[in-house]
């Protein structure tokens, strides 16, 4: 990355933001899944369907990763 990426236009898949993770010095990143989360409850941004809160047959729109640094 240079100085010229603009991370809030950026778009990631799983591949490239593991990859810049690692780059940066964290690790075992994996994926999660919102429903197996204590704050499940909570309709926060790990949640974001589209269409809105359509949770049965939307897409979801949050790529959720935890890592170790």
């Known amino acids: 990355m240079d100085d010229q990426t ?3 236009k950026t778009v990631y898949d799983f591949n490239s933001l593991s990859n810049l993770l690692n780059k940066v ?3 075992n990143i994996i994926k999660y899944d919102w429903k197996d989360t204590e704050h499940s409850q909570f309709d926060d941004q790990s949640q ?7 949770k049965q047959n939307g ?5 959720n990763v935890e890592r170790i640094k």
């Open 59 to 63: 897409t979801l729109m949050s790529l």
């Open 25 to 27: 010095g964290m690790r």
């Open 48 to 54: 974001a369907y589209l269409p809105h809160m359509d």
């Open 6 to 8: 603009i991370f809030h």
